[in-house]
């Protein structure tokens, strides 16, 4: 089966990490990429950060460039967003994405930044 699973998120205070996880099912991370999606209440779904499939180069939206890293542990088959020096305005409900055409979504992992 096909799937995508995040887990990490939660609530914290401005400044503070957080390390968000996508488990693939039914296909690696080697060899398909995978993106990190995020929405906001009332705003447009955006790009956070990708990660290619094969060498793995990763790209990031300039909102999040420099705080946040996405990273992927083959073993696991595991696609990590580490989120570090949190914003209130970084909240929001967090997607993983990928598989074959990047059919495939996560169900979603809120974090929630105040103070």
């Known amino acids: 089966q096909v799937q995508l699973v995040e887990s990490g998120g939660g609530s914290v205070h401005p400044g503070e990490s957080l390390r968000l996880s996508c488990a693939a099912s039914?296909?690696?991370?080697?060899?398909?990429?995978i993106r990190w999606y995020r929405q906001a209440p009332g705003k447009e779904r955006e790009l956070v950060a990708e990660i290619t499939n094969g060498p793995g180069h990763t790209s990031y939206a300039d909102s999040v460039k420099g705080r946040f890293t996405i990273s992927r542990d083959k073993d696991k088959n595991t696609v990590y967003l580490q989120m570090s020096g949190l914003k209130p305005e970084d909240t929001a409900v967090y997607f993983c994405?990928?598989?074959?055409?990047?059919?495939?979504w996560g169900q979603g992992t809120q974090v929630t930044v105040s103070s």
């Open positions: 039914g296909f690696t991370v080697l060899e398909y990429g």
């Open positions: 994405n990928g598989g074959y055409l990047y059919k495939t």
